[in-house]
């Protein structure tokens, strides 16, 4: 530690104690601000000092807000549904009655009909035709038939046109 001497001979230390210490001195003070004097124009407008009325800024406010909140979501209908050709994962889950999870586990494995829409870094969003769900529903066969039926409608789908 190195000790700086002062002018007055005795030794001081080279920090300084804040001000709220006890024992510490008085920081140097800053020199105040002084209004405007120059400008004196809001002082001879009467509107500038006309109070605004609470109605006033609560409609502002609520403009305000329903500018920058967007609607709550609405659930879709259940016919809105019905006009897509895929369907998500959650959703040919719910049609088939099996997990999501099961949904993606088997569209990995290659047993599911799907197209990949897009291939992130940690996520692969893929999306599942509405006429094989509708098939397979139709069928009336058991979900552990799946992978069969998805195999035999591939073919049928892919056959070329006779």
């Not at 124009?41 to 509107?47: A, C, I, M, V």
């Not at 099961?102 to 599942?128: D, F, I, M, N, S």
């Not at 098939?135 to 195999?151: I, K, M, N, Q, R």
């Amino acid at each position: 530690m190195t000790i700086c001497p002062s002018k007055s001979g005795h030794k001081k230390a080279p920090w300084t104690i804040r001000q709220d210490h006890p024992g510490g001195k008085a920081l140097r003070q800053e020199p105040t601000l002084q209004p405007n004097t120059v400008n004196t124009r809001q002082d001879t407008d009467p509107l500038a000092r006309a109070p605004v009325p609470s109605e006033l800024l609560e409609t502002v406010a609520r403009a305000l807000a329903a500018a920058l909140i967007p609607p709550p979501r609405q659930p879709l209908p259940p016919g809105a549904e019905e006009s897509a050709d895929f369907l998500t994962a959650a959703q040919l889950a719910r049609r088939l009655g099996i997990s999501r999870e099961t949904v993606r586990r088997l569209a990995l494995a290659g047993a599911l009909p799907h197209t990949v829409v897009c291939r992130g870094t940690r996520k692969t969003t893929r999306r599942y035709p509405r006429r094989f769900a509708d098939e397979f529903a139709a069928s009336g066969l058991d979900v552990t038939d799946l992978a069969g039926f998805a195999a035999q409608w591939r073919a049928r789908v892919t056959a070329p046109a006779q």
